[in-house]
């Protein structure tokens, strides 16, 4: 398997479960005793990635940590997190983007089952979850070759946003270089990481990994995460 690095986004503040993450970063919240990001981590490195980058803001100091529990981890910091939408967060990490293959992964997901990140990957890709009928969030269509042609909010039966996203090395440059025009060009302030990716699509050749319901869990609130895990609250004192 070729070369790959990781890019965590923790740099935000999580409102949607506060109050637990008016004291704790998202990332940070303990699922059933094991911490959120450190279930993504941990499916990477079974993987066999070594690098990892997480981007941080809100709450930056409770990442540090890490560092010193996995080799081959850096912490960054995206000092506009409170200002910029979360373009600035792959903004932060461009110096170590393009080098190798990447995933680019959000850090509050809970992945129970690491063998979501096992299966060998020959495009570049976002997985994706098949949602039946209108839903009204992000979304991918494709064409009939199963290429992306549109990375947006809004569609029916199609797959869905799930929070991870690999680029091969090629296609990874393609974002950076992307991303920093996007910059130079001003009035990036409100622009998803993912909008540059969907205004990009015909530099990149994009696909779909589909993953089933429970390989990969989104957390929004405290009543999804008590749900989930009921005793959420003793690991999280």
């Known amino acids: 398997m070729a070369s790959e690095t990781a890019l965590l986004m923790a740099a935000g503040m999580g409102t949607r479960m506060r109050p637990l993450t008016e004291r704790i970063a998202k990332p940070l919240v303990k699922v059933k005793g094991v911490r959120m990001i450190e279930t993504v981590i941990e499916g990477l490195k079974e993987r066999g990635v070594e690098k990892f980058y997480v981007v941080t803001g809100y709450k930056r100091e409770q990442f540090s940590f890490l560092e010193e529990k996995y080799e081959g981890l ?41 063998a979501v990140f096992q299966t060998e990957l020959l495009h570049s890709c976002y997985f994706g979850r098949m949602v039946k009928g209108y839903s009204d969030d992000w979304v991918f269509e494709r064409d009939g070759n199963g290429r992306i042609t549109r990375v ?86």
């Open 74 to 114: 850096k912490i960054l910091e995206n000092t506009e997190y409170e200002t910029v939408n979360n373009i600035s967060s792959v903004k932060a990490a461009l110096p170590f983007i393009g080098d190798t293959d990447l995933f680019i992964c959000e850090a509050d997901l809970y992945i129970p089952d690491h």
């Open 152 to 237: 947006g909010k809004g569609g029916a039966d199609v797959y869905n946003m799930v929070g991870i996203s690999f680029f091969k090395k090629a296609d990874a440059q393609i974002l950076k270089t992307a991303i920093a025009e996007a910059y130079e060009k001003g009035g990036y302030e409100d622009l998803f990481w993912d909008d540059v990716v969907n205004d990009n699509l015909y530099r990149l050749d994009l696909t779909v990994h589909p993953v089933n319901d429970k390989d990969i869990t989104e957390i929004d609130s405290e009543a999804e995460l008590k749900l989930i895990d009921p005793d959420y609250i003793k690991y999280n004192e």
